[in-house]
């Protein structure tokens, strides 16, 4: 199983942006253009909540509270997907993971294959 690994996630302040990165693990057979991709949230106390997916045929979804100010997008050369986290609240806290398998917004998160995770903190 392929393993997929995140970086870019950080502490933040109100209104600033971050951009988290997704790539398989070095050497691994794994291409994001051929899979559907996602990312997910779990803030402290709560259920892992999904936050935008990218399907193989290129159609993006975000949940409401993405809308507007988180973009998902994949490099292709560089087999990697991100998300830009644009504009934060302290409300975006949490640990963002990535996913290869699920498709749709409305799935719920689990399923797939899933990175470890990079914590995102916004605080002033």
């Known amino acids: 199983q392929v393993q997929l690994v995140e970086s870019g996630g950080g502490l933040a302040q109100p209104g600033e942006n971050l951009r988290l990165s997704c790539a398989p693990a070095?050497?691994?057979?794994?291409?994001?253009?051929?899979?559907?991709m996602a990312w997910a949230r779990q803030a402290p106390g709560k259920e892992r909540e999904m936050v935008a997916t990218?399907?193989?045929?290129?159609?993006?979804n975000y949940a409401r509270f993405a809308s507007g100010r988180f973009t998902i997008y994949r490099d292709n050369a560089k087999n990697t997907v991100y998300l830009s986290l644009n504009n934060l609240r302290p409300e975006d806290t949490g640990v963002y993971y990535c996913?290869?398998?699920?498709?749709?917004?409305?799935?719920?998160?689990?399923?797939?294959?899933w990175g470890q995770g990079t914590q995102v903190t916004v605080s002033s």
């Open positions: 996913n290869a398998g699920i498709r749709r917004i409305t799935e719920p998160a689990r399923g797939g294959i």
């Open positions: 070095s050497g691994a057979d794994f291409s994001v253009s051929l899979n559907n």
């Open positions: 990218l399907d193989r045929a290129g159609n993006i």
